[in-house]
């Protein structure tokens, strides 16, 4: 073996050299250093090899703020930050700031040294010591991790705060739940008799890694992260990587790993860590670990990306992004140190979700009447809805639930997801909360991205979890037999949460600033994601809604929308949530509107867009006394997506006496603006666009105008008639995405003014009134010869035509060149996807204000689930596309 590690080192120096001229790295930035070794390396010098950019810098005329220390994991090398050392020295040349990459190649890895020793966790991270001491290295100091070289890195962090400004991390973990195997492809790797013939005799190991990539590395790209790997020797140190995987107590480097999961608890500097999801190693499980111990992290999850997320998603362009933000001079920026901070005092006028369910404890009168079908509903009183909130949230926390604490809820709207809701709150545990319209697919990465510790679930949603592998102690909705409970994984179930005999223990009340909800997007306008409210946010959600719809102790509120659903408790007035799939809001009848109406006297209704066409579809079908329980109903809001007059006027006729609203907002702040029927401007307005009324409770509105190539780029403006993307600012606007950090910086690009703002992604324009019209998403703006065209107003001039039913206007062809066409549903209905005959193809192109090159017909438009009214804009233009450059007409 001795000969086989010499024959190993032979032609290291000039191998270092030809190492880095490969695809996308110079050769100049190759470098290689004696080191003086250490611990069991003591006495030895070791040979490594690392790329450096302080040359290049040197020669550009730039001095470095500080240095990034980048470390690989296995089996890669440090050919894995060839993107951020070219773009890094890119930027400075360009006058950006300037940072000093140093990549290094681990001792047995890449083109350093082979040797003999049998490197622990606690040897590496003494290695990586004598490299810096050896290079002179000093502060200030970024480290940057990947797999095995997260967790040196971080131990060379916690052990140099002297040198150490800031984090930055990509998969890995430094801690493994007890009890927990670990990942099945590392199980397999290191089982006995495969270790050495998959990692060191052949290539598997390698070849399975870099096969993780999506989409897969170019043929040059793989072959250069194989090339120092060429033979059994020179992956010897593959192999030792796998067996030194501390995955039970009795390994000799877990000691080593437990103290360093304690030390990184510990560190206060600007930390970032960038997350591949699709990972089958480092999955989300040791990000949310990573999370809790560095909660000040700034967090990003790329969709779709894997194990190697450098290779998958626009990571070092990020890195450099999060440098200019956090660390723009080699120190942390004002704001960066005040998230390090202690959290602020609480407001002492803040008044908690619950407060008006403790307020009426010990009322007999109905809180929650839920409809359960064939004309019987289950009335659930103040007095029993307070009992069963404060004895859940003491179970919860009895089983070990705890501030912070995530908890996904599958449960089916109504008094029990109302007081499990109420329960986690009271607690400071945070509901997590997803649309089933999301499908299982959707629902499944929403679940993920989260990760909650505790999930509470009907049978179905149990089912779903088990077989997917969802995350967190499952909690049944109800209590189990045996058998069913331990085929789902439960552990407890609520009626095992109430049965304490016990006096309730409560935990102190969760404060203003706390998190208390994540609230999952419907997943219309791209993936789902995670909007995050705090306390405060949701009690100020509760007031606007309050005041602004005059609702008292005596309202009755029918809530056919799942995001106002649980709302009644918090505003102290009874509430129902009518016989519905209320993850599909269309499935909503009128008569199930008067038997809900009718059971809890109620005379405010919630409804979605998808829900009122229903309901005035279905309004034949009220009896008399139907419809006397719906003269009652004063006011109607549709909430949600914006909807027409003709819409609207429709409703009143089925909810006589009431004040139709519309209520324009979304998952990120749910109150926006309000208009009613009664003052909707007529159909002979100069304005295109759906109007969507004044801001209320306190909303600021904005337009960013859009440039000729339809980004929003303009500078904030409350200037009438300017087409723009719609900029908001509230007391009750979300406080950011979840783990998306990329995405909450893109929600505030750009915009100076104080205060917490929103890009909505929407775009539209003010009038001389200061109403709001909405014209369509920002994706979806044409950009055509003439500018920007935004879609919404030529759809509402093409539905003017009498035979179509509904339009969507998309753009084909090149940026800046793109041509308009029109795809419609008809009345009567087509039955399948054809162009338009030349009869409507004429009245259609003749009511649009745009030239359309074609006009399709098709059954139906696809739309979201939640809303049935968002059209799915940019499958339609890809599909457009598709099928005028002569593909198969097939549906959309």
């Known amino acids: 073996m ?59 005329g730039v001095e470095p703020v500080g240095t990034i220390l980048a470390v690989h994991g296995n089996p890669t090398w440090s050919y894995l930050w060839r993107s951020l050392v070219t773009q890094s020295v890119e930027q400075a040349r360009e006058g950006g700031t300037a940072w000093r990459v140093v990549a290094v190649d681990q001792i047995e890895m890449g083109w350093s040294e082979r040797t003999e020793l049998t490197r622990t966790l606690e040897q590496r991270i003494a290695d990586l010591a004598a490299f810096t001491e050896a290079l002179g290295l000093t502060g200030p100091v970024v480290t940057l991790g990947h797999d095995w070289g997260g967790v040196i890195s971080l131990g060379w962090a916690t052990e140099h705060p002297d040198l150490l400004i800031g984090s930055m991390l990509l998969n890995t973990a430094v801690h493994h739940p007890d009890g927990t195997p670990i990942p099945a492809p590392l199980r397999l790797a290191g089982a006995r008799g495969m270790l050495g013939a998959g990692s060191v005799q052949t290539t598997a190991f390698l070849d399975t890694t870099l096969a993780l990539a999506a989409p897969p590395l170019a043929g040059d790209v793989r072959d ?24 039970t107590p009795e390994h000799v480097s877990f000691p080593r790993l437990e103290r360093l999961a304690a030390d990184v608890a510990e560190l206060r500097v600007p930390a970032l860590m960038l997350w591949g ?99 019987s509903a289950r009335r659930v009183s103040w007095r029993q809805l307070d009992d069963r909130v404060t004895r859940l949230a003491a ?43 999301l499908g299982v697919r959707g629902l ?77 997007t419907s997943g219309s306008t791209g993936p789902a994601k995670g909007v995050r409210y705090s306390h405060a946010q949701l009690s100020s959600l509760r007031d606007v809604l309050s005041a602004h719809f005059g609702i008292t102790a005596e309202s009755g509120l029918v809530t056919g929308f799942a995001p106002f659903a649980l709302l009644g408790p918090a505003l102290g007035a009874r509430s129902s949530t009518p016989e519905m799939d209320i993850s599909a809001p269309r499935t909503l009848t009128a008569r199930a509107v008067a038997a809900a109406v009718a059971e809890a006297d109620a005379d405010i209704v919630f409804l979605s867009p998808a829900a009122i066409l229903n309901v005035v579809a279905t309004a034949g079908e009220l009896d008399d006394a139907d419809r006397r329980a719906l003269q009652g109903v004063r006011t109607v809001l549709s909430t949600g997506a914006p909807v027409s007059r003709q819409l609207l006027t429709a409703l009143v006729g089925v909810l006589p006496n009431a004040s139709a609203h519309a209520v324009y907002g979304m998952t990120e702040c749910l109150l926006v603006s309000d208009i009613t029927l009664d003052t909707l401007p007529g159909d002979d307005s100069e304005h295109t666009g759906v109007c969507v009324g004044t801001p209320i409770g306190g909303v600021d509105v904005r337009i960013s105008p859009l440039d000729a190539a339809g980004r929003a780029t303009g500078e904030l403006t409350q200037d009438a008639d300017r087409l723009g993307e719609v900029i908001i600012s509230a007391a009750h606007l979300k406080s950011q995405y979840d783990r998306l950090w990329l995405t909450d910086r893109a929600a505030v690009r750009d915009v100076a003014e104080d205060g917490r703002w929103h890009r909505t992604g929407d775009v539209g324009h003010l009038d001389a009134d200061g109403r709001l019209w909405i014209e369509g998403r920002l994706p979806h703006v044409i950009t055509t010869q003439d500018g920007p065209v935004a879609p919404v107003g030529p759809e509402q001039a093409i539905e003017t035509v009498p035979l ?61 689930i939640r809303h049935n009214s968002k059209i799915d804009r940019t499958r339609l233009s890809e599909w457009a596309d598709r099928v005028l450059a002569g593909e198969r007409l097939s549906a959309p």
């Not at 004696?34 to 070791?46: H, I, W, Y």
């Not at 926390?397 to 809820?409: A, E, K, T």
């Not at 499944?444 to 149990?462: C, D, F, H, M, N």
């Not at 162009?835 to 359309?852: G, H, K």
């Open 804 to 864: 179509v039913r509904r339009a969507a206007v998309v753009g084909v062809g090149p940026d800046g060149l793109r041509q308009c066409v029109a795809i419609v549903e008809t009345t009567p209905g087509s039955k399948r996807v054809r162009l338009a005959d030349a009869a409507l193809a004429a009245e259609v192109r003749a009511a649009s204000p745009q030239p359309l090159v074609a006009v399709f017909v098709v059954p139906e438009l696809p739309t979201d």
């Open 444 to 520: 499944s990465q929403a679940v993920r991205g989260a990760w909650p510790a505790y999930v509470i679930g009907e049978t179905k949603g149990l089912a779903a979890a088990r077989a997917l592998g969802w995350p967190g102690v499952k909690i049944s909705a109800a209590r189990l037999p045996g058998a069913t409970a331990a085929a789902l994984g439960v552990s407890h179930s609520l009626k095992d949460l109430l049965d304490e005999s016990a006096a309730p223990a409560l935990p102190s009340e969760p404060g203003p600033d706390d998190l208390a909800a994540i609230l999952y």
């Open 2 to 60: 001795v000969a086989g590690t010499v024959a190993a080192n032979i032609g290291l120096r000039t191998m270092g050299v030809r190492a880095a001229g490969l695809p996308g790295l110079p050769a100049r930035y190759s470098h290689r250093i004696d080191v003086p070794g250490r611990l069991a390396d003591e006495g030895t010098t070791r040979n490594w090899h690392y790329l450096d950019t302080a040359e290049a810098l040197a020669e550009a």
């Open 395 to 437: 179970g919860l926390h009895r089983i070990g639930v705890r501030r912070g604490d995530r908890v996904s809820l599958l449960v089916t709207p109504g008094a029990t997801l109302t007081a499990v809701i109420y329960a986690c709150l009271r607690i400071g545990a945070v509901v997590v909360v997803a649309d089933a319209g």
């Open 277 to 375: 999801p699709r990972d089958p190693i480092f999955s989300d499980r040791y990000l949310d670990d990573l999370a809790d111990r560095l909660p000040h992290a700034q967090v990003h999850r790329f969709a779709g990306a894997g194990h190697l997320v450098i290779e998958d998603a626009p990571v070092a362009e990020s890195l450099l992004s999060w440098l200019d933000e956090h660390l723009p001079q080699g120190q942390a920026t004002t704001a960066e140190a005040a998230v390090l901070a202690d959290a602020p005092a609480a407001d002492a006028a803040f008044e908690p979700l619950w407060r008006r369910l403790d307020e009426r404890s010990a009322d007999d009168a109905d809180a929650i009447v839920e409809q359960r079908g064939a004309g």
């Open 224 to 247: 250069a992260y194989r090339s120092p790997y060429s033979a059994p020797a020179r992956r010897r140190g593959i192999g030792a990587f796998v067996a030194d995987i501390p995955a």
